[in-house]
């Protein structure tokens, strides 16, 4: 079965960063391409920034560009969103997904929520003034 793990997540000032993790079980780690999305109230879940299988493949949400870094880490089987410079409204519930094992890269698909067959329970992350 598999498991995602969020962790990292917490109170943080304006302008600060955090770094959030997600630990992923069984072989859904090593031959998935994984992303990050968010949720704040009252709103969608929106994406945030996806990793292709070898790391190569990066895409990010306009919101976070420049701010944010995706990565991976085979040897821990860990997914990670540095996340500086944080605002206001990056105020949300941050989920990490996994698709399916052996699903093609496609920055465009890794957008999309339906892309993604497997979701953590998430992790809230709040910036203060």
């Known amino acids: 079965q598999v498991q995602l793990v969020e962790s990292g997540g917490g109170l943080v000032q304006a302008g600060g960063s955090l770094r959030l993790s997600c630990a992923a079980s069984?072989?859904?780690?090593?031959?998935?391409?994984m992303g990050w999305f968010r949720q704040a109230p009252g709103n969608e879940r929106e994406f945030v920034a996806g990793?292709?299988?070898?790391?190569?493949?990066?895409v990010y949400a306009d919101s976070v560009k420049g701010r944010f870094t995706i990565s991976r880490d085979y040897a821990k089987n860990t997914l990670y969103l540095q996340m500086n410079s944080l605002k206001l409204e990056d105020t949300a519930v941050y989920y990490c997904?996994?698709?399916?094992?052996?699903?093609?890269?496609?920055?465009?698909?890794?957008?999309?929520?339906?892309?993604?067959?497997?979701w953590g329970q998430g992790t809230q992350v709040t910036v203060s003034s």
């Open positions: 990793i292709s299988v070898t790391g190569g493949g990066l």
């Open positions: 997904a996994a698709q399916v094992p052996g699903a093609k890269w496609s920055p465009a698909q890794a957008a999309q929520s339906i892309t993604y067959a497997y």
């Open positions: 069984g072989r859904t780690f090593s031959s998935s391409p």
